[in-house]
C-alpha cells in the first residue's frame, strides 16, 4: 500500500476538481468512545498490520492483547489473538514473557477512521482517536505535509511527477480545499487546491 494522489492541475484556475485519497485506514490509536478505559493501536506498513488491545479481564486487571499479519484489500484483517503474560515490570529484573494464543480477530475498515472490530466474540465499532485536530474537514492536519503527485491527462496520454506542501486550507462556498505549493516554492502564482471534502 503506497500512498497515493490523484489531482488534476488546472493551470490557469490553480485548483483541482478532484479529491485526494490517503492511505486508508490511519495508524494510530484506536477507540469507541462510549467505552472508556479501552483503546487500541493500530499501526499498517504496506500490507502488514500489527494490532495491539488494552484492556482489562473479568477480574478488572489489565491485560494486553496483540496480533499482526497481512490486512486485505486495505479493509479487512483476520488474525490470530495473542495474550502477553508474565513480562517485566519498569526497573524490574526480566522474567520470561508468555505469549498464549487465545483466539482470533477481524477488523472491517470502512474507510480511513471507522471500523468494526470483532475479537474474541466481542463485537464494537471503533474510530480514529483524534487527540489533537478536531475535525479533520475544518482542522485537516492529517493531510498537511508534503506529498508526491501524478499528474496528466489519460487521453494524450501525457504524466509528470510532482511534489506538492500542503501547510492550510481554503473554504469555497461548502467545500473545503487542501492549499499548498510545489515544493521548494512558497509564490503565491503557484498555489495548488486540493477538494478534501
Known sequence: MHKNIFIILLTSLGFSTQTVWANSPESGWWWNPSESGRGYAIEIQDNQLFFAAFTYDANKQPVWYYSSGTITGDS??????????????????????????????????????DATLNILGFTTNITRFDFANGDNTSYPNACYGEWAATIGNASLPVYFGERLRFQSVYIYGNTTFLAGNRAGNSGSDNVHYVNIA
Open 76 to 113: 479487512t484483517y483476520i488474525g490470530r489473538v495473542v495474550k502477553a503474560t508474565n513480562g517485566a515490570c519498569f526497573g524490574c529484573t526480566e522474567g520470561a514473557p508468555q505469549n498464549v494464543d487465545v483466539g482470533s480477530m477481524k477488523i472491517s475498515f470502512n474507510g480511513g477512521k
